[in-house]
């Protein structure tokens, strides 16, 4: 089993749908989450960052963290075509800097 | 504010060369790691380094090495290229070695013929 799961996608969604993007992982010693959106041929941008298990808001975008499942989910509303990229969840234990990937799931917003 | 800049932006190298990319972590940020990211994967750690001290280190062989220097920029090398080096290689810096989020760059695209 890999430390972090996401499905790859793609997945494709109408310009206004909400959207849920999720993962799974194995390591609970994880205790920070970070989700990142990559754009075709640019490196990963950091949208959220959240710390144990809860919900975070910012914008069309809340992260939302379940720690006895080992369940991350993002959620996108009211997604645009601007959205379309690849999503990264990628969480980390508690002292430690190194981020362990997802593959990622592509998402498509179609206008 | 300028982000962590990667130079260059794209390097073709042949089978057994070396290669060495550069990095520059967005000002005030003292730690940078580096990442490699194969076409459909996602980044894949390769080493941490704080205060110029090699802090972490992924999976990957003795051909692979870096350093950081006193202004806090980065190099990694690579030798004894391989098909299998081919891939987007990510700089990612942050304020310090703990909690902090990393910010990455763009990357530097390797090829290997």
């Known amino acids: 089993q890999k430390e972090v799961e996401q499905d790859p996608g793609p997945l494709s969604v109408p310009e206004g749908a909400i959207v849920s993007l999720n993962c799974t992982y194995s390591?609970?010693?994880?205790?920070?989450f970070m989700w990142y959106r990559q754009y075709s041929r640019k490196g990963p941008e950091l949208l959220m960052y959240?710390?144990?298990?809860g919900n975070k808001e910012d914008g069309r975008f809340t992260a939302q963290v379940d720690k006895s499942s080992k369940y991350i989910s993002l959620f996108i509303r009211d997604s645009q075509p601007s959205d379309s990229a690849t999503y990264l969840c990628?969480?980390?234990?508690?002292?430690?800097?190194?981020?362990?990937f997802g593959k990622g799931t592509m998402l498509l917003v179609s206008p | 504010d300028a982000g962590v800049t990667q130079s260059p932006t794209h390097l073709i190298k042949t089978r057994g060369q070396q290669v060495t990319l550069r990095c520059s972590p967005i000002?005030?940020?003292?730690?940078v790691s580096w990442y490699q990211q194969v076409l459909g994967q996602g980044p894949q750690f390769i080493f941490q380094?704080?205060?110029?001290?090699?802090?972490g280190r992924g999976n990957f062989p003795d051909r692979f090495s870096a350093r950081q220097f006193p202004n806090y920029s980065s190099e990694l090398n690579v030798n004894a290229l391989l098909l299998g080096d081919s891939a987007l290689y990510l700089c990612?810096?942050?304020?310090?070695?703990?909690?902090?989020?990393?910010?990455f760059g763009d990357g530097t695209r390797l090829s290997i013929l």
């Open positions: 990612a810096s942050s304020l310090g070695q703990g909690e902090q989020p990393q910010h």
């Open positions: 390591n609970s010693a994880f205790q920070y």
């Open positions: 959240t710390y144990s298990s």
């Open positions: 990628a969480p980390r234990e508690s002292g430690y800097s190194t981020l362990t």
């Open positions: 000002s005030g940020h003292k730690s």
């Open positions: 380094y704080y205060e110029k001290e090699e802090r």
